[in-house]
């Protein structure tokens, strides 16, 4: 994902320590704006004494940034890049599944509304966003991006890798939308509907993963021709665990937030008050909208 400052590929492979600062640079720089936001731009958004960013919000995007941050950093990349395609496939997943959701949990719904102000931006979201386009838009991404032809270009043009990395996040960011939107203009979905959503986000990639697994020789050349880490373990071996990464660790993950939301739900309708608190806090923020 960064342009390379340091050769690697020398005596000690990746284990040589070659930091990549155009990716510190880009995500100090996320940073940067998000505090310059709530600094600047968040007073004037929320009510008198209130934060623009509760401490909660802050971490989850400090950490969402983070995560972003070692997936395209030493060693992640140079493995990633140059040896393993299951730690490919790792990276992947942190740049779909786990950034992207902690950064929409730490964006503020004034912080996100005025990234979307613009009117062709507000005017796609509506339509992308919405379920069944944002797991058509996600899914077919993915398994565009697990094709030989372009996992075998990406991996050797930089530009290209970079750019196929950042339109992954982009359309991560779309498909945990319906379940995490910070905005009520573009609402979650009920939490029913969560579910089922996430469930169907499970399904789509059993079928790369399966050819990936259950593969009896390697259909990336890049990888089948890099140079072995750990003895013994080839490129059709490091192929197998690449499925397995991406179907189990994935499903897994995706598995442990549908739980989470059916306790929470679960919870919910037992205690009989958070739909009514709900909505308030909904009409709240529409009149706060319509008095901007």
């Not at 442990?256 to 009409?283: C, H, N, R, V, Y």
Request: with cysteine; glycine share 8%; proline share 8%.
């Amino acid at each position: 994902m960064a342009i390379e400052l340091l050769a690697h590929g020398e005596v000690g492979g990746p284990w040589n320590w070659a930091p990549h600062f155009d990716v510190w640079l880009i995500m100090g720089g996320v940073l940067a704006l998000y505090w310059a936001a709530c600094r600047y731009w968040g007073p004037s958004h929320v009510s008198p004494g209130d934060p623009p960013a509760t401490k909660s919000q802050v971490r989850y995007f400090a950490l969402g940034v983070l995560t972003l941050w070692i997936g395209a950093d030493w060693p992640i990349h140079e493995i990633s890049e140059d040896y393993l395609f299951s730690v490919h496939t790792t990276q992947h997943l942190l740049f779909s599944l786990v950034a992207p959701a902690l950064i929409l949990m730490g964006t503020p719904d004034w912080m996100a509304r005025r990234l979307l102000r613009p009117r062709w931006i507000m005017a796609t979201m509506r339509r992308i966003s919405r379920p069944l386009p944002a797991l058509i838009l996600f899914n077919g991404f993915m398994v565009f991006t697990h094709w030989p032809g372009f996992v075998n270009a990406t991996v050797q043009n930089e530009a290209l890798h970079f750019g196929a990395h950042s339109l992954l996040v982009a359309l991560s960011l779309v498909m945990w939308w319906p379940v995490l939107s910070p905005m009520p203009e573009l609402p979650r979905i009920s939490p029913p509907g969560q579910m089922l959503y996430l469930f169907g986000q499970t399904i789509v990639p059993t079928v790369p993963a399966s050819f990936l697994t259950f593969g009896d020789f390697p259909f990336y050349r890049v990888y089948a021709e890099a140079p072995r880490l750990i003895t013994g373990f080839d490129a059709t071996a490091d192929q197998g665990v690449a499925g397995l990464v991406m179907k189990v660790g994935g499903g897994l993950f995706l598995w442990m937030i549908i739980a989470i939301l059916f306790f929470k739900w679960a919870a919910q309708q037992e205690s009989g008050t958070p739909d009514a608190t709900k909505w308030q806090d909904l009409e709240r923020e529409l009149n706060k909208v319509e008095t901007r």
